[in-house]
């Protein structure tokens, strides 16, 4: 492109974002979808027409996974690669693409038309091997459809037009129109069910904010997201601060691998999403609304547009809502960029602020000073969803579902080796083995509950219960057969951490590579009993000095692994009876003394013995 017009598409689309660096985050999605990349000359110019440096402009273009220095195809594929599409049959996939284009994986054909690539879990393993095209996702694929796709696709056909059939419920609504679907297994009272859009809102319009918190509170309503805080208590923290510019933000970034159950809310509730959503502005008094919505579900952004358009003209949203003289609050969309890191909060609202999504350090927490130093409360989509009936239906019948200290249902992502995968609305308590039955699943060795960040249990753990008391979860629930390697599982969350820590505090960036290095040694039979140790220790340390809950929670795979299956740690680490450490290099050994010494030894050293030669 000439730099002429190039300048000019900059300035479009700086101009379009009121040259507000705070808004970077549109500016430079807008700038990757128009120019298919964010090179150095982009750089230079959005940090000029934003008044910021270039440094600034490369810190947060560089952070996110979506956005690229170097051109992209007209159509770029992303290929979701967690462990479900790996099991589900990535690499043919993989294959496939690359031989029907010519390029292998993170290249561009030469004509420009085509670049493949791959991501992390894009929130589609009930339909696994899947993948974006541009903004729009595919399911289910096989080496014939993926050869299929690219002929239609250079016939002209546009990626939207390419699924034959459409998903089922409002996936296949004209402002959808993608071929998902919901899988939804089993609807409980609370979300899925019979729900009356509005009543909440309605009920809560006609309370005071105090008597709102209040309810929230007595609900025992705790937030989804995995965390578990109490709804009430963030909220009482944030309606309590003297700063009278408050936010409500709804967490809309579900990254955690084997999470989709806030893709199928977004899809089937939009309305009681932001329902809840008002509510919570009501009560804490603020008049702006953002939804964080991760880049994988950009699909989802017409639609949600479109619900929060019938809610304006309907008086739900804008000025004086439900005709309350005064009530004003409406809410925008921000998309991310592929960053897991900003699934939590004060990483998300540094997104939203136009910088790297890194966590801030706390305190303060968000409810107290968190958007642009406003007071800010973040909630996940399920927790907004459950306030807007919270408010219809009254917090006892909320808190009397569920256990002790786990109140109301938990939406449940079930997916991997079963027959059933989908959506589960169960009450809190529900076991391990209820969930293996209501879904099909034979032969499991282990569950993974939480995700990466959650517990990996054994047959031996089959009868805990889903539950803050016991094993929480965000809703992510992956099972894996007898015929699974439980340390390529490992193996393969801990590579997950590495890709996705920010990288600011050391034992997060580097341990996990440590951890991962000497899982590898044990997978080739070469470890020894101190290696164990080394792991357990080196773990603690990761989650005692790590600085938020990506690093707190990295080593779990590791640890949990430890603890329930420990048959396989032990079947492959041995004592060595000559007492020769199998791990030792000699060469890594010298590499420290040949720095030091600034020379390099003739005897031990291969690559000097070549050059003598
Ligand atoms: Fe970043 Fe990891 Fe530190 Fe969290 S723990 S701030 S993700 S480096």
Same mark, same amino acid.
């Given at each position: 492109?000439?730099?002429?017009?190039?300048?000019?598409t900059?300035?479009?689309i700086?101009?379009?974002?009121?040259?507000?660096?705070?808004?970077?985050?549109?500016?430079?999605?807008?700038?990757?979808?128009?120019?298919?990349?964010?090179?150095?000359f982009?750089?230079?110019?959005?940090?000029?027409?934003?008044g910021?440096?270039?440094?600034?402009i490369?810190?947060v273009?560089?952070?996110?996974?979506?956005?690229?220095?170097?051109?992209?195809?007209q159509?770029?594929?992303?290929?979701?690669?967690?462990?479900?599409?790996?099991?589900?049959?990535?690499?043919?996939?993989?294959?496939?693409l690359?031989?029907?284009?010519?390029?292998?994986?993170g290249?561009?054909?030469?004509?420009?038309?085509?670049?493949?690539?791959?991501?992390?879990?894009?929130?589609?393993s009930?339909?696994?091997?899947?993948?974006?095209?541009?903004?729009v996702?595919?399911?289910?694929l096989?080496?014939?459809?993926?050869?299929?796709?690219?002929?239609?696709?250079?016939?002209g056909?546009?990626?939207?037009?390419?699924?034959?059939?459409?998903?089922n419920?409002?996936?296949?609504?004209?402002?959808?129109?993608?071929?998902?679907?919901?899988?939804i297994?089993a609807r409980?009272?609370?979300?899925l069910?019979?729900?009356?859009?509005n009543?909440?809102?309605?009920?809560?319009?006609?309370m005071?904010?105090?008597?709102?918190?209040?309810?929230?509170?007595?609900?025992?309503?705790?937030?989804?997201?995995?965390?578990?805080f109490p709804?009430?208590?963030k909220?009482s923290?944030?309606? #309590?601060?003297?700063?009278t &510019?408050?936010?409500?933000?709804?967490?809309?970034? $579900? +990254?955690? !691998? %084997?999470?989709? @159950?806030? *893709?199928?809310?977004?899809?089937?509730?939009?309305?009681?999403?932001?329902?809840?959503?008002?509510?919570?502005?009501?009560?804490i008094?603020?008049e702006?609304?953002?939804i964080?919505?991760?880049?994988?579900?950009?699909?989802?952004?017409?639609?949600?547009?479109h619900?929060l358009?019938?809610?304006?003209?309907?008086?739900?949203?804008?000025?004086?809502?439900g005709?309350?003289d005064?009530?004003?609050?409406?809410?925008?969309?921000?998309m991310?960029a592929? #960053?897991?890191i900003?699934? &939590?909060?004060?990483?998300?609202?540094?997104?939203? $602020? +136009?910088? !790297? %999504?890194?966590p @801030?350090? *706390?305190?303060?927490?968000?409810?107290?000073?968190?958007?642009?130093?406003?007071?800010?409360?973040?909630?996940?989509?399920?927790?907004?969803?459950?306030?807007?009936?919270?408010?219809?239906?009254?917090?006892?019948?909320?808190y009397?579902?569920?256990?002790?200290?786990s109140?109301g249902?938990?939406?449940?992502?079930?997916c991997?080796d079963?027959?059933?995968?989908g959506?589960?609305?169960?009450?809190?308590?529900?076991?391990?083995?209820?969930?293996?039955?209501?879904?099909?699943?034979?032969?499991?060795?282990?569950?993974?509950?939480?995700?990466?960040?959650?517990?990996?249990?054994?047959?031996?753990g089959?009868?805990?219960?889903?539950c803050?008391?016991?094993?929480?979860?965000?809703?992510?629930?992956?099972?894996?057969?007898?015929?699974?390697?439980?340390?390529?599982?490992?193996?393969?969350?801990?590579?997950?951490?590495?890709?996705?820590?920010?990288?600011?505090?050391?034992?997060?960036?580097?341990?996990?590579?440590?951890?991962?290095e000497?899982?590898?040694i044990?997978?080739k039979?070469?470890?020894?009993?101190?290696?164990?140790?080394?792991?357990?220790?080196l773990?603690?340390?990761?989650?005692?000095?790590?600085?938020?809950?990506?690093?707190?929670?990295s080593?779990?795979?590791?640890l949990?692994?430890?603890?329930?299956?420990?048959?396989?740690?032990?079947a492959?680490?041995?004592?060595?009876?000559?007492?020769?450490d199998?791990?030792?290099?000699i060469q890594?050994?010298?590499?420290?003394s040949?720095?030091?010494?600034?020379?390099?030894?003739?005897?031990?050293?291969?690559d000097?013995?070549?050059?003598?030669?």
């Open positions: 492109m000439e730099p002429s017009v190039q300048k000019q900059l300035e479009e700086c101009a379009g974002c009121d040259n507000d660096k705070h808004r970077m985050m549109d500016i430079l999605l807008e700038t990757q979808r128009r120019l298919r990349c964010i090179d150095g982009s750089m230079e110019t959005i940090a000029h027409l934003t910021s440096t270039r440094v600034e490369e810190g273009a560089s952070f996110y996974s979506f956005f690229s220095e170097t051109p992209k195809g159509f770029t594929f992303h290929l979701c690669d967690d462990i479900i599409d790996r099991h589900a049959g990535l690499k043919k996939i993989a294959k496939a690359e031989h029907e284009l010519g390029i292998t994986m290249e561009t054909t030469s004509d420009g038309l085509f670049s493949i690539d791959t991501t992390p879990c894009i929130g589609m009930d339909q696994a091997p899947a993948a974006m095209l541009n903004d996702i595919l399911t289910n096989t080496p014939e459809s993926i050869r299929a796709y690219i002929i239609a696709l250079r016939s056909v546009e990626p939207i037009d390419l699924p034959e059939t459409l998903g419920g409002n996936n296949a609504h004209q402002r959808l129109r993608s071929m998902v679907h919901n899988n297994q409980g009272d609370v979300l069910g019979d729900v009356e859009d009543k909440g809102l309605e009920k809560a319009l006609a005071s904010p105090a008597d709102i918190v209040e309810q929230v509170t007595q609900s025992g309503l705790s937030g989804c997201g995995g965390a578990g709804t009430g208590r909220w923290f944030a309606a #309590a601060t003297e700063d &510019e408050r936010y409500v933000f709804c967490n809309a970034d $579900e +990254g955690e !691998p %084997g999470t989709f @159950k806030d *893709r199928v809310l977004l899809t089937e509730r939009p309305d009681l999403l932001i329902e809840g959503m008002t509510i919570a502005a009501c009560a008094g603020s702006h609304g953002l964080y919505l991760r880049g994988e579900y950009v699909y989802l952004k017409p639609w949600l547009e619900i358009r019938q809610r304006r003209e309907n008086g739900l949203l804008g000025a004086d809502i005709g309350v005064g009530f004003n609050f409406d809410i925008r969309i921000q991310g592929g #960053a897991y900003c699934g &939590e909060e004060s990483a998300l609202i540094s997104s939203c $602020e +136009g910088l !790297p %999504g890194e @801030k350090t *706390r305190p303060p927490f968000p409810a107290q000073k968190g958007y642009m130093g406003h007071p800010t409360i973040v909630n996940n989509v399920e927790t907004f969803c459950h306030v807007a009936r919270i408010m219809d239906q009254g917090a006892e019948w909320f009397s579902m569920g256990t002790e200290k109140h249902t938990k939406l449940l992502s079930i991997g079963c027959d059933k995968p959506i589960y609305e169960m009450p809190y308590g529900v076991t391990l083995a209820d969930l293996m039955k209501m879904a099909g699943a034979q032969d499991v060795a282990a569950i993974q509950v939480g995700g990466p960040s959650g517990q990996l249990i054994g047959r031996n089959f009868h805990r219960q889903i803050f008391e016991d094993l929480p979860t965000g809703g992510s629930i992956m099972m894996f057969s007898t015929k699974r390697n439980i340390l390529e599982i490992v193996d393969y969350f801990l590579d997950f951490f590495i890709e996705e820590s920010c990288g600011f505090c050391t034992p997060c960036r580097v341990g996990n590579i440590f951890l991962n000497r899982i590898g044990i997978r039979g070469h470890a020894v009993p101190s290696d164990i140790d080394y792991l357990k220790e773990s603690n340390t990761i989650i005692k000095t790590s600085r938020c809950g990506l690093g707190q929670t080593p779990n795979p590791v949990s692994s430890l603890e329930n299956f420990p048959l396989i740690y032990s492959l680490v041995r004592e060595n009876e000559d007492g020769l199998t791990n030792f290099n890594d050994a010298l590499e420290e040949r720095r030091l010494a600034k020379h390099r030894s003739y005897i031990y050293d291969p000097f013995a070549e050059e003598e030669a």
